[in-house]
């Protein structure tokens, strides 16, 4: 989610001190997992947020602004993603994504949850969850067509 | 915009493809999808990035020096609460 090994580790350390300190204000109102990742991601927010706004915050992301949100596909279908897409392009694709798109799409597409905990985690709407993970993904196809036209053209 | 799925412009079905797909349902079933090759190859794009996207990250573990690292600030951050009056545990 940070695009660093040694910002991961410390985030993570981070992580584990504030579960010790603040386990006992876990009440059992939503599944302990689902607790552990919502403080986990506001750790990882709380330090993107830190490091200024070359990255877009979660907030922002919410309402990215026209030339920061994907494009739409109205053009020809000139070039599309057949076949396997390499791993290696998807993962520098995705640590170029603004903070917020990164963070919905690698708890839905790579991790696995669902919306409804998504939203639970992030305090917002199902709604929003799904629209951010799309914006997500139409980004990221814009890098990839971007790269592999680039490809091409060498 | 028009009530008849079949009917949609691009806009308008691009518009609705987020709920589409987060429904659950198979998207590529979609009437507009059946004479649309620009929005059938978009689809066809997004499902190949979310397939894609279960291969990324794997198998990522802390390495063993992090949980020490937690364990002994753990111990620390206890060690201090103690010796502070008014934050030590009531006996």
Known sequence: MVGNIAEAED???EAFLQLHRKIATFRGDSAFST??????INVVLMQLRKKGLSLISLDEAMEP??????SRSFGAPDLTL???IDRLALERAVADLPAGYRLIFILHDVEGFEH???ASMLDCSIGNSKSQLHKARLKL???LRAQTQQEAQT | MTSDPSKLSCAEFQAQLPDLIGSGVDASTHPHLQNCELCGSLLADL???AEAARQLFPGVEPPDEVWEHIESAI???DEKSAGEPGLAPES
């Open chain 1, 141 to 143: 196809r814009d890098a």
């Open chain 2, 75 to 77: 111990k620390q951050k």
């Open chain 1, 116 to 118: 409804n905990e998504i």
């Open chain 1, 65 to 70: 602004t026209p030339e920061e949100g994907p």
């Open chain 2, 47 to 49: 499902e190949t990035i």
């Open chain 1, 35 to 40: 607790w552990l990742h919502r403080l986990a």
């Open chain 1, 11 to 13: 985030l993570t350390q």
């Open chain 1, 82 to 84: 057949t076949g396997a």
